[in-house]
């Protein structure tokens, strides 16, 4: 199975996040004999919206030219904390015939989707009123 690997981290405070992504994503790819074909990833972006993000539009296009299978992530909120933001990627790639997996939940359907959306959502929320407190 081609995958490929794409890992995010929001502020420049977390210089290696992306990196540990990338070795975890990497590690499962391994144990699981996939065929790494693409590693893409966006640092210091927020996870509050998909817009502007250069390695996730990479690796939209990239889909779609059908470089690889399958995308590898650490966890949902890796793509977006934002729930219409990760449902539209989701319907994009399922378009496309390209399944999601991510380390902490596994092949991600619709009810990932709807649940993890949500939580996500509830998390950027929390963490919004906490900033401006």
């Not at 966006?42 to 250069?54: I, Q």
């Not at 909120?77 to 991510?102: L, N, P």
Request: charged share 25%; aromatic share 8%; net charge negative.
């Amino acid at each position: 199975m081609r995958v490929a690997i794409y890992a995010r981290h929001s502020t420049d405070r977390q210089i290696t996040s992306s990196h540990d992504q990338i070795s975890r994503c990497e590690a499962y790819c391994l144990a699981k004999n996939y065929q790494i074909t693409d590693i893409y990833h966006d640092e210091a972006f927020s996870g509050a919206m998909m817009e502007n993000r250069p390695g996730i539009s990479s690796l939209l296009m990239a889909a779609f030219d059908n470089r690889f299978d399958r995308i590898i992530c650490e966890d949902l909120s890796r793509i977006s904390r934002d729930q219409a933001d990760v449902a539209h990627f989701f319907k994009k790639m399922v378009f496309v015939g390209i399944e999601v997996e991510t380390i902490s939940e596994g092949v991600i359907n619709e009810l990932h989707i709807g649940l993890k959306g949500t939580m996500n959502a509830l998390y950027l929320k929390d963490l919004s009123d906490k900033t401006h407190r």
